[in-house]
């Protein structure tokens, strides 16, 4: 037993029965949340009958939703703690999918995902600070990386499942009529399987712990609340605007991307996410590698790079191999942003105000995403999604020269 606890070290620096709960919650997590609703989703919502434009704006709205989480729940969490958080809003997310199944109107599809934009945010304004807390600090960056592969993995199995979901449901149901897989039938029983995984996702969390310093930051949170350099953290948090702004183009829409250029079913649909949901996975297995030969800073200037110039390949591929490979790059090496960015914001910063520079992160990433997710139904049906990668790769870029000229100093694991 020493000697495979030893081993692991080893292989896994930083690995601990937290962070081995914490990892089970995440992938479960994704599976649901993720992996089946990214593939399932839209293509529900075309089976309503809804345009791309009205599409685009439901996707919007979880953005909006975010934007209202922000600052306030930042305050919270210091308050209650991180883990608490993540377990009710993780909980509530579920509901909100029930929610979307309960009926076809647009007024509560709206309200469902504005919900799970609320909860969502809640969810991540808490995860960055509570994996940040439960290894030592010189090990962050490989729990980050770590968090990279069992998320995407999961993302990447559900996706696979989700591409074939809504054939099983239609089987379960003894319904062998012409088109029942593209159904809203189908695609509605789909989203209760999602949601029923992403409830399951919350079990390990109840065995965990609280974080490192969680108890003196709630003992605390009074007189750290009242001196908060706020123009310090919006500055840090400037990136994630780029970031959220080329997310909110792409993400929500890639299924519907792969079917209406190449007129692919829904499994193969599923197939192509789950490659790039892997390759998300993988490539960020570099990130301590790149952070002790660049720093964080420098990595992220490298690896967006080579993000953007897959990105205008993306947008200009012929065939939909060409397409497959340069949204497997592009989506892997933009990927590298999360978990090189937190932990640099987190080095320039003492503990107690990690929980509050992650609330406003994620509101800057939420007024870009929503702004994208806002136009990009338009854009589609005006432009092309050729032109939308063509945009989204100088935003990449931009994302990049950004964290570098705010973030100028070498920051490295080891960085004070």
């Given at each position: 037993?020493?000697?495979?606890?030893?081993?692991?070290?080893?292989?896994?620096?930083?690995?601990?029965?937290?962070?081995?709960?914490?990892?089970?919650?995440?992938?479960?997590?994704?599976?649901?949340?993720?992996?089946?609703?990214?593939?399932?989703?839209?293509?529900?919502?075309?089976?309503?009958?809804?345009?791309?434009?009205?599409?685009?704006?439901?996707?919007?709205?979880?953005?909006?939703?975010?934007?209202?989480?922000?600052?306030?729940?930042?305050?919270?969490?210091?308050?209650?703690?991180?883990?608490?958080?993540?377990?009710?809003?993780?909980?509530?997310?579920?509901?909100?999918?029930?929610?979307?199944?309960?009926?076809?109107?647009?007024?509560?599809?709206?309200?469902?995902?504005?919900?799970?934009?609320?909860?969502?945010?809640?969810?991540?304004?808490?995860?960055?600070?509570?994996?940040?807390?439960?290894?030592?600090?010189?090990?962050?960056?490989?729990?980050?990386?770590?968090?990279?592969?069992?998320?995407?993995?999961?993302?990447?199995?559900?996706?696979?499942?989700?591409?074939?979901?809504?054939?099983?449901v239609t089987l379960y149901a003894y319904d062998t009529s012409a088109n029942a897989s593209q159904?809203?039938?189908?695609?509605?029983?789909?989203?209760?399987?999602?949601?029923?995984?992403?409830?399951?996702?919350?079990?390990?969390?109840?065995?965990?712990?609280d974080a490192l310093g969680e108890r003196e930051i709630t003992d605390n949170a009074a007189w750290?609340?009242?001196?908060?350099?706020?123009?310090?953290?919006?500055?840090?948090?400037?990136?994630?605007?780029?970031?959220?702004?080329?997310?909110?183009?792409?993400?929500?829409?890639?299924?519907?991307?792969?079917?209406?250029?190449?007129?692919?079913?829904?499994?193969?649909?599923?197939?192509?996410?789950?490659?790039?949901?892997?390759?998300?996975?993988?490539?960020?297995?570099?990130?301590?590698?790149?952070?002790?030969?660049?720093?964080?800073?420098?990595?992220?200037?490298?690896?967006?790079?080579?993000?953007?110039?897959?990105?205008?390949?993306?947008?200009?591929?012929?065939?939909?191999?060409?397409?497959?490979?340069?949204?497997?790059?592009?989506?892997?090496?933009?990927?590298?942003?999360?978990?090189?960015?937190?932990?640099?914001?987190?080095?320039?910063?003492?503990?107690?105000?990690?929980?509050?520079?992650?609330?406003?992160?994620?509101?800057?990433?939420?007024?870009?995403?929503?702004?994208?997710?806002?136009?990009?139904?338009?854009?589609?049906?005006?432009?092309?999604?050729?032109?939308?990668?063509?945009?989204?790769?100088?935003?990449?870029?931009?994302?990049?020269?950004?964290?570098?000229?705010?973030?100028?100093?070498?920051?490295?694991?080891?960085?004070?």
């Amino acid at each position: 037993m020493n000697h495979t606890k030893r081993l692991a070290r080893v292989l896994m620096p930083g690995f601990n029965r937290q962070v081995a709960l914490f990892l089970l919650y995440s992938v479960i997590w994704h599976i649901g949340m993720f992996g089946i609703i990214d593939v399932v989703l839209n293509f529900y919502f075309v089976s309503l009958g809804y345009t791309a434009e009205t599409i685009g704006l439901l996707q919007s709205l979880p953005r909006l939703g975010g934007l209202l989480t922000g600052v306030p729940v930042g305050l919270v969490a210091n308050r209650i703690g991180t883990r608490r958080i993540i377990v009710f809003s993780s909980l509530a997310c579920a509901a909100t999918l029930l929610l979307l199944v309960a009926s076809p109107s647009l007024w509560l599809l709206g309200l469902s995902r504005f919900l799970q934009g609320l909860f969502y945010g809640s969810q991540q304004i808490a995860n960055n600070p509570f994996m940040g807390r439960i290894v030592q600090k010189q090990h962050q960056t490989h729990l980050f990386a770590y968090h990279n592969v069992v998320s995407m993995a999961g993302t990447a199995v559900g996706s696979l499942f989700g591409g074939v979901l809504p054939t099983l449901v239609t089987l379960y149901a003894y319904d062998t009529s012409a088109n029942a897989s593209q159904s809203p039938f189908a695609y509605g029983g789909s989203i209760v399987v999602a949601a029923v995984i992403s409830l399951v996702s919350v079990l390990p969390l109840f065995k965990m712990a609280d974080a490192l310093g969680e108890r003196e930051i709630t003992d605390n949170a009074a007189w750290i609340q009242s001196d908060v350099p706020w123009v310090r953290l919006l500055k840090y948090a400037v990136p994630m605007f780029f970031f959220g702004f080329t997310g909110g183009l792409t993400f929500p829409f890639y299924n519907l991307f792969f079917r209406t250029t190449f007129n692919i079913s829904d499994a193969t649909v599923g197939t192509i996410l789950s490659i790039g949901w892997l390759g998300m996975g993988l490539v960020p297995l570099l990130n301590p590698w790149l952070d002790k030969r660049f720093g964080h800073a420098r990595a992220l200037g490298v690896t967006l790079s080579v993000a953007a110039a897959a990105f205008f390949a993306l947008g200009a591929a012929p065939t939909l191999t060409w397409a497959v490979i340069a949204f497997a790059v592009a989506i892997s090496a933009r990927n590298t942003m999360q978990p090189l960015f937190q932990p640099l914001v987190m080095s320039h910063l003492p503990l107690h105000l990690h929980n509050i520079a992650s609330s406003v992160g994620l509101v800057i990433w939420n007024i870009g995403w929503f702004m994208a997710t806002a136009i990009s139904g338009f854009w589609q049906q005006t432009y092309g999604f050729g032109f939308i990668m063509q945009v989204v790769a100088v935003g990449v870029l931009v994302t990049g020269a950004s964290v570098m000229l705010i973030f100028k100093q070498r920051a490295t694991s080891n960085e004070q």
